[in-house]
């Protein structure tokens, strides 16, 4: 039986909540910003498309080309928990949901047909159930396959349906640019394109080895990308791999030299590590520290312990260790701090008066800020900045410990 699969992709999905969540933005040309003067477009609602303004713009750039376009601050625990409430509508359907990032997932409905009809109809269950629970619109591509899928999602936006049944295959690729493919950025298609091959058709007939000695092992990948054909299963969150390591790294609002600035953003980010750990169950017995400059060169240290460790203060001074001695060779533009050589924590009760305590003042502050929200309780250094706006990162999930609290 042919699989049945699912790409689901939210409609300009950060400006999208803003303007559910304020009625006064809807049907108007906004666009969603950091706070930073560094900031640039993260997100256009489509009324700002409609005059040329696209993600990644300045804002300068946004403006001349829409003198009115509405700029809007971006709240990322809006957009988290707008995902969470979207992928618990997936999970009505199916139990195989891959989250793909904040506003996309596959999802392998082929087993679900049985109890909710075709791949087409459970879409359209979906993007019906989205609209009246979460006010928002998506798009979503039916196909037998995830490299499919997510081909057909992007044939039809805004709010689009676009199913491509296994038979229309080889009509639907024969003409389509390699380029519209997931995975085939621009370096990939000038690289094709200097062999002959710019449509799939094309790729799909190409010599097998001939690719293979142009491109290595990602050869053969190609020619069936070119052909449509990908056997990549939908993996749910809960499967994906052991996390190797838990970490936080912040671009400044400005470059700066001052070590005191620095060290209360690594105490931030230490924090935000080690709520994480806790949250997951994990230690670790690695702390690595990572600066960029200003220059985009990077510099990263580690140390290793004996005793791991997933209290945030205790991360903090462990990254201390490496920074305080450090002589920065400019200013610097990223800051971070990751915990790797991660082992379940047992939940071992210490034998020592003082690390008791600290646990339990560790265990205290993580019940109040689960329940009244991030650095609702924070050391006194971070009472300037406990509602610092974090980019979303890529890894973003919304369970596990990829899921990040804004």
């Not at 509405?70 to 891959?98: H, Q, W």
């Not at 793909?100 to 087409?120: N, P, R």
């Not at 052991?242 to 936080?248: D, I, Q, R």
């Not at 750990?277 to 510099?299: E, H, K």
Request: hydrophobic letters at 40%; proline letters at 4%.
């Amino acid at each position: 039986m042919s699989r049945v699969i699912l790409h689901i992709d939210m409609n300009a999905f950060f400006a999208s909540v803003e303007q559910v969540a304020n009625p006064k933005l809807r049907g108007k040309p906004i666009v969603v910003v950091g706070a930073s003067h560094r900031t640039v477009i993260t997100t256009a609602s489509y009324e700002a498309r409609a005059f040329g303004v696209k993600t990644g713009m300045t804002v300068p750039e946004a403006k001349k080309a829409c003198p009115h376009v509405i700029l809007v601050i971006g709240d990322n625990r809006k957009y988290t928990t707008a995902s969470t409430r979207i992928m618990g509508i997936f999970g009505r359907y199916t139990p195989l949901v891959e989250v793909f990032s904040i506003d996309e997932a596959f999802l392998d409905v082929t087993h679900s047909c049985l109890l909710f009809g075709t791949g087409e109809e459970i879409a359209r269950r979906i993007k019906a159930d989205i609209k009246r629970e979460v006010g928002l619109t998506c798009s979503v591509g039916v196909a037998p396959n995830k490299l499919l899928a997510k081909l057909a999602s992007d044939m039809q936006k805004p709010d689009g349906l676009t199913v491509i049944p296994p038979e229309r295959v080889s009509e639907v690729m024969e003409t389509l640019p390699a380029s519209e493919l997931c995975g085939i950025g621009p370096g990939l298609t000038a690289s094709l394109a200097a062999l002959g091959i710019k449509t799939c058709g094309q790729l799909g007939r190409f010599s097998a080895s001939a690719l293979r000695t142009r491109f290595g092992i990602i050869g053969e990948r190609l020619r069936l990308m070119g052909m449509g054909v990908d056997d990549s299963l939908v993996s749910p969150s809960d499967e994906e791999d052991e996390a190797k390591s838990v970490g936080h790294s912040m671009t400044l609002t400005r470059d700066t030299g001052d070590k005191d600035e620095l060290s209360a953003h690594l105490l931030h980010l230490s924090e935000k590590v080690g709520r994480r750990m806790r949250r997951n169950n994990y230690l670790g017995d690695t702390v690595t520290l990572t600066i960029r400059y200003a220059d985009f060169r990077t510099f990263s240290q580690s140390m290793r312990f004996k005793k791991p460790i997933n209290d945030g203060m205790a991360i903090f001074l462990s990254a201390m260790k490496l920074f305080t001695p450090l002589r920065l060779a400019m200013k610097v533009r990223l800051v971070g701090v990751s915990v790797s050589g991660l082992v379940c924590d047992p939940m071992q009760v210490s034998l020592f008066a003082e690390d008791r305590k600290r646990a339990a003042v560790t265990e205290a502050m993580d019940m109040v800020n689960d329940r009244y929200g991030e650095f609702t309780v924070t050391w006194g250094t971070l009472l300037s900045r406990y509602n610092h706006k974090d980019v979303i990162a890529p890894a973003w999930r919304p369970t596990g410990v990829k899921r990040v609290e804004y």
